[in-house]
T-cell receptor
């Protein structure tokens, strides 16, 4: 029972263009969502988050959009840079809960 | 401030051998976690410790045991390793004051069971 799903295992984008990574969830109790970035041979690092009271959160080149009715969130990276090549995980949580539920990850490759 | 540290970085075991993966955090976090990452499966929670003195099962606890030694340290033990436990293991910690729960990860331990 995969509560958080990233249906695209990989994505390839040209440098300078927009990268859009998608994530769907099934549990309507989730009210906090996070994106993590992972380079090879390193642990995941926190990138950006959004709570369910918002539908958008921006941090520099990174914007996360949340569509609660569709149970869908997306991460936009503009403009994409070679250093953005990594695996991106979305995760979801319920306020006060100790656990995060992660998606399967999407490998993003930025081509020069 | 080292954050979350894990030892060892790499380990090769034979089936049936035991080992303990060590994790420590210096951020005074309350909660600690053990995950495994397998291709196409994302990060799956093995065990977690919401606070010192407590541990709970996650999604995939079978074949593992944990010990929350003190606030800083959380170890994961494989009593009798199996090839299905070949994976990359990540430890994480979070402050967890009852609000939202950002977790900080260690660099991982790559384990191969032959």
């Amino acid at each position: 029972d995969q509560q958080v799903k990233q249906n695209s295992p990989s994505l390839s984008v040209q440098e300078g263009r927009i990268s859009i990574l998608n994530c769907d969830y099934t549990n309507s109790m989730f009210d906090y969502f996070l994106w993590y970035k992972k380079y090879p041979a390193e642990g995941p690092t926190f990138l950006i988050s959004i709570s369910s009271i918002k539908d958008k959160n921006e941090d520099g080149r990174f914007t996360v959009f949340l569509n609660k009715s569709a149970k869908h969130l997306s991460l936009h990276i503009v403009p994409s840079q070679p250093g953005d090549s990594a695996v991106y995980f979305c995760a979801a949580s319920v306020q006060g809960a100790q656990k995060l539920v992660f998606g399967q990850g999407t490998r993003l490759t930025i081509n020069p | 401030n080292a954050g979350v540290t894990q030892t060892p970085k790499f380990q090769v075991l034979k089936t049936g051998q035991s080992m303990t993966l060590q994790c420590a955090q210096d951020m005074n976090h309350n909660s600690m976690y053990w995950y495994r990452q397998d291709p196409g499966m994302g990060l799956r929670l093995i065990y977690y410790s919401a606070s010192e003195g407590t541990t709970d099962k996650g999604e995939v606890p079978n074949g593992y045991n944990v010990s929350r030694l003190n606030k800083r340290e959380f170890s994961l033990r494989l009593e009798s390793a199996a090839p299905s436990q070949t994976s990359v293991y990540f430890c994480a910690s979070s402050l967890n004051l009852g609000g939202y729960n950002e977790q900080f990860f260690g660099p991982g331990t790559r384990l191969t069971v032959l």
